[in-house]
């Protein structure tokens, strides 16, 4: 089986920093793009930052120049830092795998992954 699992969420005032790691665990063979959603009480799931393969980027325009997302593919983990944090960025963030390729039963498999989510909250 593979999981994501997030950490890094917390509280912190308006203009501090959190950074948010997801670690995809299992028989992992490669991982396609990756990326972090967010979803506020009453709100629909967005997409806030994601990452190709191949290292390339993209953003909302909210958090574009304040967060950063990256990847280590050695340690199957993504990352997204965030700073100049605002109040309307609260909400659970959710790590996302669009395609994961792992061995099951001596057969390579593929499926996308979520994480549980991880709570961030910003104070004003």
């Known amino acids: 089986q593979v999981q994501l699992v997030e950490s890094g969420g917390g509280l912190v005032q308006t203009g501090g920093s959190l950074r948010l790691s997801c670690v995809a665990s299992?028989?992992?063979?490669?991982?396609?793009?990756m990326g972090w959603y967010r979803q506020a009480p009453g709100k629909q799931r967005e997409l806030v930052a994601s990452?190709?393969?191949?290292?390339?980027?993209n953003y909302v325009d909210s958090v574009r120049g304040r967060f950063t997302i990256s990847r280590d593919d050695a340690k199957n983990t993504i990352y997204l830092q965030m700073n100049n944090l605002k109040p309307e960025d609260t909400a659970v963030y959710y790590c996302?795998?669009?395609?994961?390729?792992?061995?099951?039963?001596?057969?390579?498999?593929?499926?996308?992954?979520w994480g549980q989510g991880t709570q961030v909250t910003v104070s004003s």
């Open positions: 299992g028989s992992i063979f490669s991982i396609d793009g």
């Open positions: 990452i190709t393969s191949s290292g390339s980027t």
């Open positions: 996302n795998a669009d395609r994961v390729r792992y061995y099951s039963n001596g057969v390579i498999r593929s499926g996308p992954r």
